[in-house]
């Protein structure tokens, strides 16, 4: 007999739909599993049997062959324990062979038959509601992530005999204890999706920034057009407090940014008060992290931090101190917006499409340029320090921004500036003239493609020729000249224009001066 039930993997980010079959045949007792399957899902046959025991069903003595089909796909985690298991009642006769045709499930086996929970739950729902299926049968603990993808009914279950209930009879369990999640909690199609405070946990706001007005108007430029920027000063001058703000002025994830987001966050294991989340991720490595810990690796592939701040922020505090490995290697996601690995023979991309906020400090010992210290640094110390800040990864930075230190009698005198809710007020004016402009949600001045620049400098021949002047001044490259471009559209979006004028094209050539004038003078 064959029985057949729908399963869900996950492939990068993104769920993939199983049809898991079990042949029953003669031959010694054993289970082949095919279909490519990696070392966890072969252990499944270890979990299987004794489970199915130990909830009181028989496993027939006869030889089984699992496969899991599309077969050329790599099939990753724990999650199919249960379509195998249910495969394998169906196939030996002690359930009904149709019982699944319009239901998936998921969830991992103990030995004693408990359904446990998994990660990677939320895209394999999107994954079965694509695919036409009407339930979903799930652990109770994934039971409030599963509930966030509108248009399946979602059937938690707390072990094997509870889903094979389900499936004979449609005895739907009753919800587990504690709280699902949020009612009216954000769904794939908008409906009924909470709005959540764009506000960060820190408690910081824009206004506490004293005396780094020029600081703090690169910040804004550089969240309003999605550009990646670099802080640079001595210590204690305000630049991780800056980096710490940029998150609570961001405008909260779209419909189908939260998708994306919270389908990460699922992969990661962060608990459904994160997949709920509007709030755009916050990325905060050390200094010590690895390449595989910045871009994701190992087997099976997880997502790095910059996967992890897709759609978010990834601030790199002493940027200088990282791996120069690590600092080369973040040039291809700064690019290209993704992250590309192969393990086993098997692509997997993961999304990174997020904003750089680096610091740094000028030099090694931190005082160059500050008139009351000296700095210590030796010609071989400065220059070494320099390279670190150079190559690939700089040519795609395209704010730089110098933070000095202000004396302790000169901040208090200063004036509050504009507070986060002002700044996020324009910040999202300005990204929805380019969501307009480029006629995606979500897309910014900084996705703007190099056949997209010559209308991006229409009707301002002014603007051109000192774009193009500035460009030979500075020798700047292919690179850096459209860089300019679209930092000074981004000015111009925040100032309400809808051409690009020579003030916007000179500031935006004053936030690559720092770079020009200080770390590679």
Known sequence: ???????????????????????????????????????????????????????????????????????????????????????????????????????????????????????????????????????VVVPNGNYGEARLVPGLTVVPVGDLRQAARFLESGEIPPEPHGPPGPHGAPGVSGSGACEMSATAGSGLDFVHVLGQQAAVRAMEVALAGGHHIVLIGPPGTGKTMLAMCAPSALPPLSDDEWVEAASIRSLSGDGLSEAVSRVRPFRQPNRTTTLAGMLGGGSPPVPGEVTLAHKGLLFLDEFAQFAPGVISA????????????IRGGSPVSFPADFILVASTNPCACGMRGHRSEECSCTPSILASH???????????????????????AAVSGFEHGASTSELRKRIAAARARQAERYGRPGSTNSHATADALPQLLRRSSKAAAVARAAADRFHLSARGFHSVIKVARTVADLDGQADIGEEHVLEALGYRACRFGGVER
């Open 386 to 408: 320099r390279r670190r800040l150079s190559g690939p990864t700089a040519d795609r930075i395209d704010i730089w921004v110098d933070v000095p230190r202000r004396e302790a």
């Open 1 to 135: 007999m064959l029985g057949r039930a729908w399963g869900c993997a996950v492939k990068g980010v993104s769920g993939l739909t199983v049809a898991v079959e079990c042949d029953h045949h003669r031959g010694l007792p054993c289970i082949d599993i095919v279909g490519l399957p990696d070392a966890g899902v072969k252990e499944a046959g270890s979990r299987v049997r004794p489970a199915l025991r130990n909830m009181g069903f028989e496993f027939p003595m006869a030889r089984l062959t699992i496969n899991l089909a599309p077969a050329w796909e790599h099939k990753l985690g724990v999650g199919l324990d249960l379509p195998m298991a249910i495969s394998v009642l169906m196939a030996s006769g002690q359930l009904p062979e149709a019982c699944t045709e319009r239901s998936a499930l998921m969830g991992e086996l103990a030995l004693d038959g408990r359904v446990l929970p998994v990660r990677g739950v939320l895209p394999g729902c999107i994954a079965v509601a694509s695919q036409g299926l009407k339930s």
């Open 330 to 341: 973040l040039s291809e996601p700064m690019e290209k917006r993704n992250v590309r690995l």
